[in-house]
């Protein structure tokens, strides 16, 4: 059974860090994209980061470039989320997802892509 469990999430002032973890168990994620999602309040779930579990290869959508960085650590079978510089507008719940095996060289933030999907951890950023 695939888990993917995400934990560091919390209230933090504008220009402060968190780093966000997922676990992820239940199989092998080798050439499968992981994805960081988060949806606002009052709006669509937007794709944040992703990272291709083999090549290492990322993606960051516009608002978080050169704030956010996404890694993973294969020995854990984590990914992280590492985000400075916050903003209130970064405020959302986040979701860590994952998809099917894919080719190496493709980080996809196409959500029907993703077969497994974690609970979500708050993030609250205050001005």
């Known amino acids: 059974q695939v888990q993917l469990v995400e934990s560091g999430g919390g209230l933090v002032q504008a220009g402060g860090s968190l780093r966000l973890s997922c676990a992820a168990s239940g199989r092998t994620f080798s050439s499968s994209t992981m994805g960081w999602f988060r949806r606002a309040p009052g709006k669509e779930r937007e794709a944040v980061a992703g990272?291709?579990?083999?090549?290492?290869?990322?993606y960051y959508t516009d608002s978080v470039k050169g704030r956010f960085t996404i890694s993973r650590d294969n020995a854990k079978n984590t990914v992280y989320l590492q985000m400075n510089n916050l903003k209130p507008e970064d405020t959302a719940v986040y979701y860590c997802a994952a998809t099917r095996p894919l080719s190496p060289s493709v980080v996809t933030m196409i959500e029907s892509r993703y077969d497994y999907w974690g609970q979500g951890t708050q993030v609250t950023v205050s001005s």
């Open positions: 990272i291709n579990w083999s090549t290492g290869r990322t």
